[in-house]
């Protein structure tokens, strides 16, 4: 989608393209209507997790699933920002997403 208004690839065309992925797999849909709109830092600061999670799903009671997924969630909106120069690298992303052990205490 960024392609068709920049008419250049870059690597933050790819973390573009990252978030988009990522937050349809979030959402369970193809969030379509909700990247059109995150046009602005307030509009991403506004949103809440459960904007961004599949509402087919009970939401996480845990609250360590919740802070994860909230950690998520916050990468893939970053991905999306407006301005291609304050999105993370591929390589910031990935070391978000690092597996760490979960435990269910």
Do not use: W
């Not at 046009?39 to 994860?68: F, H, I, Y």
């Not at 970053?78 to 390589?91: F, G, N």
Request: charged fraction near 20%; glycine fraction near 4%; hydrophobic fraction near 40%.
């Amino acid at each position: 989608m960024e392609l068709s208004y920049t008419m250049a690839l870059t690597e933050k065309s790819d973390v573009y393209s990252f978030g988009v992925l990522a937050l349809e797999v979030l959402k369970g849909s193809h969030p379509g209507e909700l990247v059109s709109t995150l046009n602005s830092v307030a509009e991403v600061e506004l949103m809440r997790l459960n904007d961004v999670l599949d509402t087919r799903l009970s939401p996480p009671t845990c609250q360590k699933l919740q802070d994860q997924l909230g950690s998520i969630a916050k990468l893939v909106l970053s991905c999306l920002h407006v301005d291609p120069k304050s999105r993370p690298t591929m390589q910031a992303a990935a070391q978000v997403l690092e597996i760490k052990p979960y435990a269910d205490h």
